[in-house]
């Protein structure tokens, strides 16, 4: 049986070409490659600088390390998301504050951050859930007002835009994880952004000990991080950007074919877009079971599909719910939105090498399953 995987990076002779070029050299570590990364990424993205780290987790840590952001420190965060980020605020000693998001974008919701601020916020980390870009100028505003810092946390929203401008430049730093499901994925590693020079400057230091910090009287100063990238990964993630238009473009195609298919649902809705967002690229394409399906209803028709040969997973497992954070005082029942999309999103295949067939299949095989469990309820995206 064919298996239908949930993600399938889009890789090509280029990336094959590059790698190979990276073998070939005596240098695997922190390279000219790295740099070339750095320098094109930040110049796709229009920002200043860009520093390249092994993990968007590592690169918000060091981040916050840069900003001082630290025990006793508050930074609020979405609980539904990517989650690699977030983690950070709990390695960096600071609490993490949970904030209800949006019920359409599945976005923290800017009324629900306001209502969290208090005399120790140093921080907001916002993400753009699946893609769909927060209320970015809503969560500015919001920033200023109370003198913190915007992290945006853009892992899931390679390539989409809100008011003519891309997805990645609307933060004080902005933070890139490259594994997957990314649709630019380099295996792993990630990018942290900024326009400041001095943060820049602090983040390259933190990120870790170079060749020349060996002479350095200042080394002992500071505790670096050891979470740099190969010269490998750097030259996946070259390739990747190279070709980021028509990797984006696959993946517009396969999610037209669901749109298309979905549509034979009765009573179906497209995916939401908001009225300011030009632009989504979805890193997964995400259904959102009705109210009469539960989390365990979600878990079955998971089954269901592997047993079709089709990887599906539930899109979030909201982090106010695990185990770790109830140490902060969080629990079921702080963040009704959150839970109530969190349960019922399931995750469905998009990547560029799915066809028509396969995505018809696994349309089809989500309305048995669904119907299966559901007895007949009707599911919505």
Not at 26 to 42: D, H, K, M, N, Y
Not at 125 to 132: M, R, T, V, Y
Not at 253 to 267: D, K, N
Request: aromatic share 8%; charged share 20%.
């Amino acid at each position: 049986m064919e298996w239908i995987t949930l993600s399938d990076p889009d890789v090509s002779e280029r990336e094959l070409d590059l790698v190979r070029a990276a073998l070939s050299r005596p240098r695997l570590s922190s390279g000219p490659l790295v740099e070339a990364f750095e320098s094109e990424f930040a110049s796709w993205l229009g920002r200043r600088y860009a520093i390249a780290t092994s993990s968007g987790t590592l690169g918000t840590l060091a981040a916050l390390r840069a900003l001082k952001i630290g025990p006793g420190d508050e930074v609020i965060a979405p609980a539904y998301g990517w989650h690699q980020v977030a983690h950070a605020i709990a390695l960096s000693g600071a609490t993490p504050v949970f904030a209800d998001i949006d019920y359409w974008t599945g976005c923290i919701a800017a009324s629900k951050v306001a209502s969290r601020i208090g005399e120790r916020t140093r921080a907001i980390i916002a993400g753009n859930a699946n893609g769909h870009p927060a209320s970015w100028c809503e969560l500015r505003a919001l920033a200023d007002t109370h003198n913190i810092v915007l992290i945006e946390d853009s892992t899931e929203a390679i390539g989409s835009r809100y008011q003519g401008r891309i997805c990645g430049s609307f933060g004080d730093i902005a933070v890139f994880d490259f594994s997957q499901p990314s649709a630019l994925c380099c295996g792993e590693g990630a990018m942290v952004v900024t326009d400041d020079a001095q943060l820049a400057s602090e983040l390259s230091y933190l990120r870790m000990r170079s060749l020349l910090d060996r002479t350095s009287v200042s080394v002992g100063s500071r505790v670096p991080l050891q979470a740099g990238i190969s010269e490998i990964s750097a030259a996946l993630g070259l390739a990747q950007l190279e070709r980021i238009d028509l990797i984006l473009a696959r993946r517009k195609q396969v999610e037209s074919w669901y749109l298309r298919h979905m549509a034979s649902f009765e009573g179906i809705k497209p995916p939401y877009l908001g009225a300011d967002v030009d632009e989504v690229h979805w890193m997964l394409y995400v259904a959102h079971l009705g109210k009469r399906f539960s989390a365990s209803a979600r878990a079955q028709i998971v089954e269901d599909l592997a047993a079709c040969g089709i990887e599906s997973a539930a899109y979030c497992v909201a982090l106010h719910q695990q185990f770790h954070y109830e140490r902060y005082g969080c629990r079921r029942g702080d963040l009704p939105d959150t839970e109530r999309i969190g349960d019922r999103a399931l995750a469905l295949p998009l990547h560029g090498h799915l066809d028509e067939e396969q995505v018809k299949f696994v349309v089809k095989s989500l309305k048995d399953a669904s119907v299966n469990v559901g007895a007949g309820a009707a599911i919505y995206l």
